[in-house]
Nanobody, 123 residues
Framework: VQLQASGGGLVQPGGSLRLSCAAS????????VGWFRQAPGKEREGVSC???????TYADSVKGRFAISRDNAKNTVYLQMNSLKPEDTATYYC??????????????????WGKGTLVTVSS
């Protein structure tokens, strides 16, 4: 049972990236899935979360620029990141929970965490 985030890389300001969170050993369709990021010297912050009902939430800092979605056939959740800024530079992690209150509370109440993928926004 694991989650794997991928899709990070180096992108210029204003550019776009799409991160993927793939699950193995279980199916994501009944799970809430969250994306988090942690920049060097800063605390981890929740970026976006999608509930099993497909309702979603976003941090104020990414609203209008990022979009979370899921593809149950591929057992994957995506984070489309547009209009990237240098302050978006961080290691991005995905996490999941089957709790009914997933996407609420501290760390979106996640309990299964994957390894991160590094996103660097720089010219």
């Amino acid at each position: 049972v694991q989650l794997q985030a991928s899709g990070g890389g180096l992108v210029q300001p204003g550019g776009s990236l799409r991160l993927s969170c793939a699950a193995s050993g279980f199916t994501l369709d009944h799970y809430a899935v969250g994306w988090f990021r942690q920049a060097p010297g800063k605390e981890r912050e929740g970026v976006s979360c999608i509930r099993s009902s497909d309702g979603s939430t976003y941090a104020d800092s990414v609203k209008g620029r990022f979009a979370i979605s899921r593809d149950n056939a591929k057992n994957t959740v995506y984070l489309q990141m547009n209009s990237l800024k240098p302050e978006d530079t961080a290691t991005y992690y995905c996490a999941a929970t089957s709790k009914s209150y997933g996407c609420y509370g501290y760390d979106y109440s996640m309990d299964l965490w994957g390894k991160g993928t590094l996103v660097t926004v720089s010219s």
